[in-house]
């Protein structure tokens, strides 16, 4: 029997190490990057019959030992793997004979972990899968609580062989398991310090690496090359600037923090237009900076999902194609919780409260209609906070779709089929590149920011005006960075010229004033021509009967004045109170005559006198 409570005290893993193995014991030699760590690539097998291969190992006795390779023990030849070397304890006065337990495949422990709070630690394991290929994944220890089937899960997952009838081992050498070595463990991508955190990548250096419960996820996956992605997606942006708008969002996530300086949030476009003009185009090339097309997904999904997607891709790009396929009753929460860059507070299952997720990014989304719109079908009226966040900007109605030069195909059909199969070929070279790059930039990038947002042609004439402008200034950055850096090939000045389009395209769109005294004004604007003779009728001929009266009407040379009663303009403006009302009224000259230091007319209605409303819509307009 096995005695883990007195063997496993001081004991630790060893091995061989620097070679990569197949599981019939042939050894493979562990390519090596420029920083020393092993790659994922697979090499022709060598030395199979390389004696010095099974040479018998020394062993220690209680202990875990890892073998890279197999060898020979007692005569036995046994496959690489992780082993337990114990005693099997006599019945009688006989000698113990040497038990070896074979747990899993070749494994290491090669740090510990935790965040920078002491918390959440773990351990940086190392192992090979059946192709000979090493990989790594920071685990984190409380997934060993129970019976730690959810490791376990995640290691078959990604090709490490446990022996079923020693499964409990692993958890053992685990436990047993405090490597020299500290890293910080980050719990989602994006910046810390001076280092870019992806899920298998650390750029910029640093003992940090990324940890999650599953270490299979990876959105951030590449193929072909910068030269590919420059050459046959960049390139075709030059002189589209819908097209140069949306992959300089792409570029946006990291000066987030580095230029803007923010903890949490962020903001996003969302390209409005007819269908098959060009807009998935867009965000599939935006996508292709960090990774394969699935890196472009859809608005349907639900808040909660969408809350663990932006943390997964924080200080990056998070791309929703089709807005109309998400719940336009939800859809406003969404945006806000998006761009605010916090999750809902959850309580955990002790009674507590669980950590709060938290993001910074930039989102590009794509569809027929507005985000306006799309809530009105749910029921629901824009706020000015959510306008703001996801800003609407109308991009098929260029000279060809989306797109204004077809850079030498046919047609605009040709141009988007040779995007998307050259995203499909050259895809995640751009993004990190760009982080290195602005990792070596030692100018003052907030600096440059505040330049950008004093530019003329991104100047607003309200705060929400000025807000966005901002957001158009950071794109406009990111994109002339990325061609500062070589990466897009563009001319320069190319996205700058290309946001101060959205913005302007924006701005027309949305029109002129604040959110809200639009909403207003149109509201009542629709009431009156829903309703008319219907709720209405001449203030000189009040004898005549009206249900559900809303007011009265009133003819004059310059055109017909409306005479609300209380009620009657609650209800045309419901959703706001009667002073937000009046406001809107006043600041738009609706409002044609009143007493004085009121925004109310005395009127007489049958024999009394009686506050009401009288509105001049031909003064102003809803715009």
Not at 531 to 548: M, T, V, W
Not at 564 to 574: H, I, M, Q, V
Request: net charge negative; charged share 25%.
């Amino acid at each position: 029997m096995i005695d883990l409570a007195s063997d496993l005290k001081n004991s630790g893993t060893e091995g061989t190490g620097g070679t990569t193995v197949d599981l019939c014991g042939s050894e493979l030699p562990l390519p090596q990057d420029s920083t020393g760590n092993s790659g994922n690539h697979l090499h022709p097998v060598e030395n199979a019959n390389d004696p010095l291969a099974l040479e018998e190992p020394d062993i220690e006795r209680p202990g875990f030992k890892t073998f890279d390779h197999g060898f020979i023990l007692q005569g036995r030849k046994h496959p690489p793997g992780l082993y337990y070397h114990s005693w099997l304890k006599p019945r009688s006065n006989s000698q113990p004979e040497p038990m070896d337990d074979w747990v899993c495949t070749p494994i290491y422990a090669d740090a510990i972990t935790s965040n920078e709070q002491g918390e959440g630690f773990g351990l940086l394991l190392r192992f090979v899968n059946p192709y000979g290929q090493w990989q790594e994944w920071a685990a984190p220890l409380h997934l060993l609580k129970g019976s730690a089937e959810e490791l376990r899960g995640e290691l078959l997952n990604l090709g490490v062989r446990i022996d079923p009838k020693n499964r409990h081992l692993l958890t053992a050498w685990m436990m047993a398991s405090y490597p020299e070595e500290r890293i910080i463990a980050a719990h989602c991508t994006g910046w810390y310090e001076d280092s870019f955190v992806l899920p298998h990548r650390t750029i910029g250096g640093g003992k940090i690496r990324f940890q999650s419960e599953h270490a299979a996820h990876n959105d951030f996956v590449s193929a072909g090359t910068l030269n590919g992605w420059r050459t046959a997606v960049a390139s075709l942006c030059s002189g589209n600037p819908m097209l140069i708008l949306a992959v300089s969002t792409g570029f946006t996530g990291p000066l987030l923090k580095r230029a803007k300086q923010q903890e949490t949030g962020g903001a996003g476009i969302h390209l409005i237009g007819d269908s098959s003009q060009g807009k998935t185009t867009a965000l599939q090339a935006a996508g292709s900076i960090w990774g394969p097309p699935r890196f472009v997904r859809t608005w349907r999904a639900t808040s909660n999902g969408l809350e663990a997607t932006s943390a997964a891709l924080n200080d990056t790009l998070l791309i929703l194609d089709e807005i109309s396929e998400c719940d336009p009753r939800e859809i406003g929460a969404i945006v806000y919780s998006l761009a605010n860059g916090v999750g809902k507070q959850r309580a955990a299952r002790t009674g507590g409260s669980r950590p709060t997720a938290r993001w910074r990014i930039m989102a590009l989304s794509s569809g027929e209609r507005s985000l306006a719109a799309h809530m009105v079908e749910g029921g629901k009226r824009i706020k000015a906070g959510q306008e703001v966040r996801l800003l609407d900007v109308p991009a098929t109605k260029r000279k060809y779709g989306l797109f204004d030069d077809l850079r030498g195909f046919q047609d605009a059909r040709a141009l988007a089929d040779s995007l998307k199969q050259a995203t499909n070929d050259n895809f995640g070279q751009a993004g990190p590149e760009f982080l290195k790059a602005m990792i070596s930039d030692e100018r003052d990038l907030p600096e440059r920011y505040a330049k950008a947002c004093q530019n003329r042609q991104l100047r607003g004439t309200d705060g929400i005006e000025n807000r966005t402008a901002s957001v158009f200034a950071l794109i406009g950055l990111a994109g002339e960075l990325a061609t500062d850096y070589g990466i897009t090939g563009w001319e320069e000045g190319a996205a700058i010229e290309a946001v101060i389009l959205g913005f302007e395209q924006w701005r027309e769109f949305r029109g002129q004033g604040q959110t809200e005294d639009r909403q207003i004004l149109q509201s009542i604007s629709d009431f009156i021509a829903r309703n008319g003779d219907s709720r209405f009728s001449p203030l000189e001929a009040q004898h005549i009967s009206i249900r559900d009266r809303a007011g009265y009407w009133r003819d004059k040379d310059e055109g017909r004045i409306f005479i609300f009663n209380p009620p009657g303009l609650r209800e045309a403006a419901s959703g706001f109170d009667i002073s937000r009302i009046l406001d809107a009224l006043e600041s738009a000259s609706w409002i044609a005559d009143r007493d004085h230091g009121k925004r109310s007319k005395k009127t007489k209605i049958d024999g009394a006198s009686k506050n009401m409303y009288w509105i001049d819509l031909k003064e102003g307009g809803a715009q």
